[in-house]
C-alpha cells in the first residue's frame, strides 16, 4: 500500500506561479513512476506530467514549456512547478504513483487532491 499526501495549492492570479508537492510513503518499488493530473469541473481526469525515477518525464502539451515536473527521490517527492498560469489550468491536482515489479505494473495510486484556482 502507498499513501500519497499533496500540498502547495491555491489562488493565484494569471501570469503567476505555484508550486506543488506529494510525498510518498509505504511500499515503493524501485522502479516506478510519479505523476500529476487534474480534473476541471465537469471535465475527466488528465495527465498533466509524469517522471520515472531516472528523471525522465512526459508532459501534456497545454503545459509544455509553464509547467516543470521533479522528484527527490531519497524524500520520495514529487514537484510540480507551475509558471505562467492561465485561468485553463483551474483543476484539482492529483498526485499519482504506480510501481513495477514482478513484471508488471502495479495499480494507481492517487492524492487526496489539491484545488488551483487561477483567478482573471
Known amino acids: 500500500q502507498v499513501q500519497l499526501v499533496e500540498s502547495g495549492g491555491g489562488l493565484v492570479q494569471a501570469g503567476g506561479s505555484l508550486r506543488l508537492s506529494c510525498a510518498a510513503s509505504?511500499?515503493?518499488?524501485?522502479?516506478?513512476?510519479m505523476g500529476w493530473y487534474r480534473q476541471a469541473p465537469g471535465k475527466q481526469r488528465d495527465l498533466v506530467a509524469t517522471?520515472?525515477?531516472?528523471?525522465?518525464?512526459n508532459y501534456a502539451d497545454s503545459v509544455k514549456g509553464r509547467f516543470t515536473i521533479s522528484r527527490d527521490n531519497g524524500k520520495n517527492t514529487v514537484y510540480l512547478q507551475m509558471n505562467s498560469l492561465k485561468f485553463d489550468d483551474t483543476a484539482v491536482y492529483y498526485c499519482n504513483l504506480r510501481n513495477f515489479r514482478v513484471m508488471a505494473w502495479g495499480p494507481d495510486y492517487w492524492g487526496q487532491g489539491t484545488q488551483v484556482t487561477v483567478s482573471v
Open positions: 509505504g511500499s515503493i518499488s524501485s522502479i516506478n513512476v
Open positions: 517522471i520515472t525515477k531516472s528523471g525522465f518525464t
